[in-house]
């Protein structure tokens, strides 16, 4: 089974992203796999303050992955699987891509400031030559309509 991979974080562009992994996947008969990176400066204190915040951030991940979650069986009939890792934004979404050869597309939401796409698309972008499959970059003002007639 294809999956398409999503980064879920606290980005609006997140939402687009999310939905459209969905529906493509409703359609292909796919899967969906969030992937929720925890920066590893969150956790230089004490090893055991450490492991009470590295704690805090999993809940956090999970409440909010729950959200997109029931939306997706809801709505689009898929159930996505969630993966939490530790680390650098890119190299660990390069690391997963690698380490799951199920995935087969990594989408991505365009942010929609002046500044550009946003980090992660820019950094990514950069490094698409590398990676074993294509990038899906989800416009950040796509409304919900418009994301429908494309998928």
Same mark, same amino acid.
């Given at each position: 089974?294809?999956?398409?991979? !999503?980064?879920?974080?606290? *980005?609006?562009?997140?939402?687009?992203?999310? #939905?459209?992994?969905?529906?493509?996947?409703?359609?292909?008969?796919?899967?969906?796999?969030?992937?929720?990176?925890? /920066? @590893?400066?969150?956790?230089?204190?004490?090893?055991?303050?450490? &492991? !009470?915040?590295? &704690?805090?951030?999993?809940? #956090?991940?999970?409440?909010?992955?729950?959200?997109?979650?029931?939306?997706?069986?809801?709505?689009?009939?898929?159930?996505?699987?969630?993966?939490?890792?530790?680390?650098?934004?890119? @190299? &660990?979404?390069?690391?997963?891509?690698?380490?799951? /050869?199920?995935?087969?597309?990594? !989408?991505?939401?365009?942010?929609?400031? #002046?500044?550009?796409?946003? /980090?992660?698309?820019?950094?990514? *972008? #950069?490094? *698409?030559?590398?990676?074993?499959? @294509?990038?899906?970059?989800? @416009?950040?003002?796509?409304?919900?309509?418009?994301?429908?007639?494309?998928?």
């Amino acid at each position: 089974m294809r999956k398409f991979l !999503v980064v879920l974080d606290d *980005s609006r562009e997140c939402l687009n992203a999310m #939905r459209y992994a969905a529906m493509r996947a409703a359609h292909t008969g796919g899967g969906v796999q969030v992937l929720s990176i925890i /920066p @590893p400066d969150e956790f230089n204190h004490w090893i055991g303050v450490a &492991e !009470v915040m590295r &704690e805090e951030a999993r809940e #956090r991940i999970h409440a909010h992955y729950e959200v997109f979650a029931k939306w997706m069986r809801d709505r689009q009939k898929v159930d996505p699987e969630l993966v939490i890792r530790e680390g650098e934004m890119v @190299p &660990e979404i390069i690391a997963q891509v690698k380490d799951d /050869p199920e995935i087969g597309v990594l !989408v991505l939401g365009a942010g929609t400031d #002046r500044k550009g796409p946003g /980090p992660l698309v820019s950094q990514l *972008s #950069r490094s *698409s030559g590398s990676l074993p499959i @294509p990038i899906t970059i989800v @416009p950040g003002d796509l409304s919900k309509e418009k994301l429908q007639a494309i998928t």
